[in-house]
């Protein structure tokens, strides 16, 4: 991994409410993940089945757009996705809620 990918790597890792940080190639193997292998195995799977997915979506109103980020929102997180050239990097944070 260069460099540049571990400085943001672990900047990423350092903010507020982040659970885990994953990178995956393109074929889905492992490049460097703050969770077990089992669980990062199973969001890599995940990724490579959504990611084509939200890409077909947006071609459907625009087929010169590219999909640049996704997001998945629960009651508790978020897990945005992001694609490179060559790998995938997800993030998985806390939800912060304000209460009233």
Not at 19 to 31: D, F, H, P, T
Not at 47 to 69: C, G, Q, W, Y
Request: aromatic share 8%.
């Amino acid at each position: 991994m260069n460099v540049e990918l571990e400085e943001s790597f672990k900047k990423i890792q350092s903010h507020k409410g982040v659970v885990g940080v994953l990178i995956i190639n393109k074929q889905g193997s492992v490049i460097k993940s703050t969770f077990d292998q089992e669980v990062s195995l199973s969001y890599s799977k995940v990724i490579l089945d959504m990611f084509p997915r939200a890409h077909d979506l947006l071609k459907v109103n625009d087929t010169n757009d590219e999909l640049s980020f996704f997001r998945v929102r629960s009651k508790d997180n978020d897990i945005m996705v992001t694609p490179d050239k060559d790998f995938f990097l997800m993030v998985k944070k806390r939800v912060t809620r304000i209460l009233k």
